[in-house]
């Protein structure tokens, strides 16, 4: 599959097409991106141009994420922070995201 590679509108529009189907982390996104053959700096301005309309936000991906996870009450909760790490999530932001749960609770 051929993309225009220099075309800023391409990318843009693979960017929210990717997006519409559900939230994305920037890692997730970056990935998707990088195998449809966008150069890098294509891809930082992209997401430098998403993170102010809202359509990344890490934090909020990971809060969605381990509550929705939370609520199965089929993960333990180092399972789930393993899952929120293969999203690509950083540390600094788990921790943000589990700073009010107490894994000593789950038994």
Not at 6 to 26: C, G, M, Q, V
Request: proline residues 2%.
């Amino acid at each position: 599959m051929t993309y225009q590679l220099n075309n800023p509108s391409t990318i843009w529009n693979a960017a929210l097409k990717i997006l519409s189907r559900r939230d994305h982390s920037e890692y997730e996104l970056r990935q998707k991106l990088q195998q449809k053959d966008y150069q890098h700096e294509e891809i930082d301005q992209v997401i430098i141009r998403l993170v102010p309309y809202g359509y990344i936000n890490d934090t909020k991906f990971a809060k969605n994420l381990f509550e929705k996870y939370s609520r199965l009450n089929k993960y333990s909760f180092n399972i789930i922070l393993c899952k929120l790490k293969q999203h690509g999530i950083s540390d600094a932001i788990i921790k943000e995201v589990t700073s009010e749960c107490d894994s000593s609770e789950e038994w």
